[in-house]
DNA sequence: TTTTTGATGATACCGCCGTATCAATTTCAT
DNA sequence: ATGAAATTGATACGGCGGTATCATCAAAAA
């Protein structure tokens, strides 16, 4: 009968836009119009598609943690196939850091959205503990599978290295964002990092 | 002549309220007449010894640093006089943490004013990369004292660490503000680091 | 007591922003 | 073509937030 169109296209259209706006001027600087504008699209038809701004933003984020994860598959897929533990975890780790447009974007935002699900009630629930929860067990069980193939040094504390790696790369990732310290020396403190975790003789061997 | 009032105090006192309600609202949540309310002062007041609310914020940013820093004073004198460098680092990295409601306000408009100064002008100056990289020398500095006193176990590299262990207190301290983890299991993650940092022996050794 | 400074009050301007309204118009599968 | 869906347009409301104006009151030092 009617005009068919993709709503979910619509709707990842927007998001896209908003995230690239929020990327360019900070999240708090966003509004419905600009999003409007940076979509090609008309104000009214951003409320067609989310009714609310908190809608939008909600949806924001899904995508954002979306797109991160590809991101990380991509990077692993180019690493190769029968790639080892220290080879994945260091593709998890590397992803987060602000390195290209996209990265930089996702750690602005990110950290803009955590700000805000402090104080906001709306943004308080799981998203937060979510992601970043799946991200420590999936590489508490990266660092407990490269013990079990004796990868690592002695005296490794999986979980707590899991913490650690996450909390430091998140914190790396801000201050190269801020502009603090370059992208290559936070990867070069990460390396440091995993040179220690694993035995020599891995894939990014110590020098 | 006229009334004589403390210029610099009520700058404080109309500053602390700008903190306080940034730290309860969020810092984007923050208008002049909210702290005028605050600080239990006319707006018109507040307009008085502030002219713009970017000043406001300037003299926020500043004054909020410069608790952080009387903090970790405080936290040092109460570890004793002649504390050995690991004490010292861990004061420096645990005030860091959100335990409290004054370390929970500084991290979380701390970041705020971060993620402003990514994309606002006037934000983007030196107070980002002031403060960090003072306390980053500092702590390269003690971890090198630390290797010369020979505290350390071998293969440690002070400046890495340094970094990487101020990134990683400031990732945990964002992850306990979102609620994913405890204040008490962040400060485990940060000891066993330190534990490994440390030969035995010394001030809070391990298990 | 006068004079200078601190402090207040009420109020308004102006602009932006989220939201709402409603009619008009384009697009396409049937 | 026709009818349902998609999209637009213009526009407006109400609120809030930073800034400005100006007159006024209080206080304390000279």
Redesign the pocket.
């Known amino acids: 009968?009617?005009?068919?169109?993709d709503?979910a296209e619509?709707r990842n259209q927007i998001a896209r836009a908003l995230l690239q706006v929020a990327g360019r001027r900070g999240l708090h600087?966003?509004?419905?119009?600009?999003v409007a504008a940076e979509a090609g699209?008309?104000?009214?038809?951003v409320?067609?598609y989310f009714?609310?701004?908190?809608k939008l933003l909600l949806y924001g984020l899904q995508r954002l943690a979306q797109g991160f994860g590809e991101r990380v598959a991509a990077r692993l897929r180019a690493a190769g196939e029968g790639a080892g533990p220290r080879a994945v975890i260091e593709a998890l780790l590397m992803t987060s850091l602000p390195t290209d447009e996209a990265s930089r974007t996702f750690h602005l935002v990110y950290t803009s959205y955590a700000v805000l699900s402090v104080t906001d009630r709306a943004l308080a629930g799981q998203p937060f503990i979510q992601d970043p929860d799946a991200a420590e067990e999936t590489l508490a069980e990266l660092l407990r599978q490269a013990q079990e193939a004796d990868l690592t040094r002695p005296g490794v504390d999986a979980r707590k290295e899991a913490i650690g790696l996450l909390a430091m790369s998140a914190g790396l990732g801000t201050s190269v964002l801020v502009g603090q310290r370059t992208a290559r020396s936070a990867a070069d403190v990460l390396t440091y990092q995993l040179d220690r975790i694993f035995r020599d003789g891995g894939a990014g061997a110590p020098a």
């Open positions: 009968m009617p005009k068919r169109v709503h619509r600087a966003v509004g419905m119009r600009d699209v008309s104000l009214r038809l409320q067609y009714e609310t701004k908190e």
